[in-house]
């Protein structure tokens, strides 16, 4: 299984960006959690989102009510909704996929810049 996010770049305070992260290969789970994680330039990776496969999501704290997460088996796609950004939310996000058959698979990162 591979991840390939996209949709970074930069924005001002207040904008939106919606990142997707789309998946190759075979990922016929019957349990499986799609993350989307960020790291801050010296800073850890850190959770930011997460949905199963039967569709329930959980947030950092740091995001909820301005992030969404959402998902499509069929497309085999995830999307990141991110609006009312912060220079908080600058850094590079990560797509993350574990499932019970697929294994666990990190897309590369795909920068977010916000300016205040």
């Known amino acids: 299984v591979q991840l390939q996010a996209s949709g970074g770049g930069s924005v001002q305070a207040g904008g939106s960006l919606r990142l997707p992260c789309a998946v190759s290969?075979?990922?016929?789970?019957?349990?499986?959690?799609m993350s989307w994680y960020r790291q801050a330039q010296g800073k850890q990776r850190e959770l930011v989102a997460t949905?199963?496969?039967?569709?329930?999501?959980d947030y950092a704290d740091s995001v909820k009510g301005r992030f969404t997460i959402s998902g499509d088996n069929a497309r085999k796609t995830q999307w990141l909704q991110m609006n009312m950004l912060k220079p908080e939310d600058t850094g590079v996000y990560y797509c993350y996929l574990a499932g019970d058959l697929s294994g666990r698979s990190w897309g590369k990162g795909t920068l977010v810049t916000v300016s205040s």
């Open positions: 949905i199963t496969i039967d569709g329930t999501t």
């Open positions: 290969g075979s990922i016929d789970d019957n349990m499986r959690v």
